[in-house]
């Protein structure tokens, strides 16, 4: 909640003042606000279930891990991504529904990963809707111009938490809606 507060007070601050984008981060944000990237950065945040093994694996990550002390927390999750292909299969078109405890059964109370968690309780079907609604949002929000960069970064900055946490649910989609709602609000104006 907080995160949706903070971004619209950054949406409203941005169209209050009018900021000029300097060329190189108009470039950047250009290229982040193409409706394919938001959809590619939550599959490869659902991939990080898979490599985290490998990943954890380099001796340099190993060691870093073991000197932070943080080993456990990523044995854990480690633990928890094993047991996704045993969860997965037994219902992978349509999941298990909304707020299952499915998950309980193997391990904690959700997934660790937000595309996990959507797979899980939305199934392969669930995961392709959301991304299709991902691309979709993405491409009208990219029709509003660079006023809508703050919802933009709060679509990112849940993405990048989905690698890690269950983020995708409905704060996540509030944000998706609101960008989206900013690219139908310049297309009313242009029609008129």
């Known amino acids: 909640m907080f995160m949706i507060i903070f971004v619209l007070l950054l949406s409203f601050i941005s169209g209050t003042f ?52 943080k080993t456990g927390n990523i044995l854990s999750r480690t633990l928890i991504y094993k047991n996704l292909g045993t969860i997965l299969s037994k219902k992978p078109w349509i999941g298990y529904g909304y707020g299952t405890a499915v998950v309980s059964r ?12 959507v797979a899980i309780q939305a199934g392969i079907i669930g995961v392709v809707l959301m ?11 990219k029709d509003s111009g660079g006023r809508t960069a703050p919802f933009l970064f709060g679509v990112y900055a849940f993405i990048l938490s989905a690698t890690v946490e269950n ?25 008129t």
């Open 18 to 69: 009018k900021f000029k984008i300097n060329k190189r981060w108009a470039g950047f944000l250009n290229f982040i606000s193409s409706p394919i990237v938001p959809v590619a950065s939550v599959i490869f945040s659902g991939i990080v279930t898979i490599a985290l093994d490998a990943i954890k694996s380099i001796p340099t990550i190993a060691t870093y891990l073991g000197t932070i002390g």
């Open 106 to 117: 193997y391990f904690g109370p959700n997934a660790q990963n937000g595309l996990a968690q």
């Open 131 to 141: 991304l299709l609604i991902t691309y979709h949002c993405g491409k009208m929000g």
């Open 167 to 191: 983020t995708l649910g409905g704060s996540f989609l509030i944000l998706l809606a609101l960008y989206c709602v900013c690219g139908w609000e310049r297309k009313v104006k242009e029609e």
